[in-house]
C-alpha cells in the first residue's frame, strides 16, 4: 500500500506542491536520517525551526539551526538527521516543481555540496519568511477556492523573499524602458503584437529589447507575455460561460490547439480541465 504521509520513508513526491513541518525528536519515530542519494524530481526549500540538524556526513558535513535556510535542487543528494548532541530538530519545508521564469529566485549566492544554504538573517526576515512556509502549508492543505493558485503565490512570495536576502543581490528599479515594454503588452495583450512593435514603442531595436527584457526580467518577452495571457484565461475559465476557444482568442491566441498546449504548459492541466477542478 502507498505512503500518504510525506512525513514518512517510501512517500511520492508526485506533485506540484507539498507542504509540512517535520518535528524531529529524540528516540521519536521520526528520528532517523533522510537518504536520497539521486536527489528527487522537485526542489525542497526547508527552513529550521528549532533546534539543530546536520546535512551531509564526512568532509562535507554541516549543521542548520533555528533560522536557517536550505534549498535542494532536484540533482543534489540528501542526507540529514537531528544533530546528535541535541534533543530535537523541528522544519518547515516546502517541495515543489518551479517554473521556467523562476530560475534566478532558485539560484542562491552560497552552496555546499549542492545544497544551497543561507544563514545568519535578522530576525525580522525569519519572522516573515518563517510566516510564509506557514501559509504555503495551510493554505495546500485547506479546501479555500483557488488553493492552488494561492499556495503558488505564496511560494513565489517565499523564493522571491528568500532570494532577496542573499548577500549579492543588489535592488534596483526598473529600466523605464522595460516598464514602457510591460505597459505597452498589457495594454494590448489580447493582440498578436510583435517584438518590433514592441521595440519601436522603447525606441530600442529589438535585440536590444530582447536581451535587456531578459537581464531585468529574468525571462524573456514570450515568457512573460504568456504569463500574463494565461493568468487572465484562469480567471475568465472561472468568472465566465466562455467556451475554451473563445478564452483562448480573448487573451490572444488565435489557434485554440496552441492555446490549450500553452496553458498545459504554465498551468499543469488542460484549460478544461482547470475549469472542471476550480469550479
Given at each position: 500500500m502507498?505512503n500518504?504521509d510525506?512525513?514518512?520513508p517510501?512517500?511520492d513526491f508526485?506533485?506540484?506542491?507539498v507542504?509540512?513541518?517535520?518535528?524531529?525528536?529524540e528516540?521519536d519515530?521520526l528520528?532517523y536520517?533522510?537518504d536520497?542519494p539521486?536527489?528527487?524530481k522537485?526542489?525542497?526549500?526547508n527552513i529550521?525551526?528549532?533546534?539543530e540538524?546536520?546535512?551531509?556526513s564526512?568532509?562535507?558535513?554541516f549543521?542548520v539551526?533555528?533560522?536557517?535556510?536550505?534549498l535542494?535542487?532536484p540533482?543534489?543528494a540528501?542526507?540529514y538527521?537531528?544533530?546528535?548532541d541535541n534533543?530535537?530538530?523541528?522544519?518547515?519545508?516546502v517541495?515543489?516543481?518551479?517554473r521556467?521564469?523562476?530560475?534566478d529566485?532558485?539560484?542562491w549566492?552560497e552552496?555546499r555540496?549542492?545544497?544551497?544554504?543561507?544563514?545568519?538573517l535578522?530576525a525580522?526576515?525569519?519572522?516573515?519568511?518563517?510566516s510564509l512556509?506557514v501559509?504555503i502549508e495551510?493554505t495546500?492543505?485547506?479546501?479555500l477556492?483557488?488553493?492552488d493558485?494561492l499556495?503558488i503565490n505564496l511560494l513565489?512570495?517565499?523564493?522571491?523573499r528568500?532570494?532577496?536576502?542573499?548577500?549579492d543581490v543588489v535592488?534596483k528599479p526598473l529600466d523605464p524602458?522595460?516598464?514602457?515594454?510591460?505597459?505597452?503588452?498589457?495594454?494590448?495583450?489580447n493582440?498578436?503584437?510583435?517584438l518590433?512593435?514592441?521595440?519601436?514603442?522603447?525606441?530600442?531595436s529589438p535585440?536590444?529589447?530582447?536581451?535587456?527584457?531578459r537581464?531585468?526580467?529574468?525571462?524573456t518577452?514570450?515568457?512573460?507575455?504568456?504569463?500574463?495571457?494565461i493568468?487572465r484565461?484562469?480567471?475568465l475559465l472561472?468568472t465566465?460561460?466562455y467556451?475554451v476557444?473563445h478564452?483562448?482568442?480573448?487573451?490572444?491566441?488565435s489557434d485554440?490547439?496552441?492555446?490549450s498546449r500553452?496553458f498545459?504548459?504554465k498551468?499543469?492541466?488542460?484549460?478544461k480541465?482547470y475549469r472542471?477542478?476550480?469550479?
Amino acid at each position: 500500500m502507498q505512503n500518504t504521509d510525506p512525513l514518512k520513508p517510501g512517500y511520492d513526491f508526485d506533485a506540484h506542491l507539498v507542504a509540512g513541518l517535520t518535528p524531529i525528536i529524540e528516540g521519536d519515530e521520526l528520528d532517523y536520517t533522510i537518504d536520497r542519494p539521486n536527489g528527487m524530481k522537485g526542489y525542497i526549500i526547508n527552513i529550521t525551526s528549532k533546534g539543530e540538524g546536520t546535512i551531509f556526513s564526512g568532509e562535507h558535513e554541516f549543521h542548520v539551526k533555528a533560522g536557517d535556510l536550505l534549498l535542494f535542487p532536484p540533482s543534489a543528494a540528501h542526507y540529514y538527521r537531528r544533530k546528535e548532541d541535541n534533543a530535537s530538530w523541528f522544519h518547515r519545508w516546502v517541495y515543489f516543481r518551479p517554473r521556467a521564469f523562476w530560475n534566478d529566485w532558485l539560484n542562491w549566492q552560497e552552496e555546499r555540496n549542492g545544497v544551497y544554504v543561507t544563514s545568519g538573517l535578522s530576525a525580522q526576515d525569519i519572522e516573515h519568511i518563517e510566516s510564509l512556509f506557514v501559509d504555503i502549508e495551510y493554505t495546500a492543505k485547506s479546501d479555500l477556492p483557488y488553493r492552488d493558485d494561492l499556495a503558488i503565490n505564496l511560494l513565489e512570495q517565499l523564493l522571491i523573499r528568500c532570494k532577496s536576502v542573499q548577500p549579492d543581490v543588489v535592488c534596483k528599479p526598473l529600466d523605464p524602458r522595460i516598464i514602457q515594454a510591460i505597459n505597452y503588452m498589457t495594454q494590448n495583450l489580447n493582440q498578436d503584437f510583435t517584438l518590433e512593435e514592441i521595440a519601436a514603442h522603447t525606441c530600442l531595436s529589438p535585440s536590444r529589447l530582447g536581451h535587456l527584457f531578459r537581464d531585468e526580467m529574468k525571462m524573456t518577452i514570450t515568457q512573460w507575455r504568456d504569463d500574463q495571457r494565461i493568468s487572465r484565461a484562469k480567471q475568465l475559465l472561472v468568472t465566465t460561460h466562455y467556451s475554451v476557444n473563445h478564452i483562448g482568442r480573448i487573451v490572444g491566441y488565435s489557434d485554440p490547439l496552441y492555446f490549450s498546449r500553452v496553458f498545459k504548459r504554465k498551468a499543469g492541466v488542460s484549460p478544461k480541465l482547470y475549469r472542471e477542478k476550480i469550479t
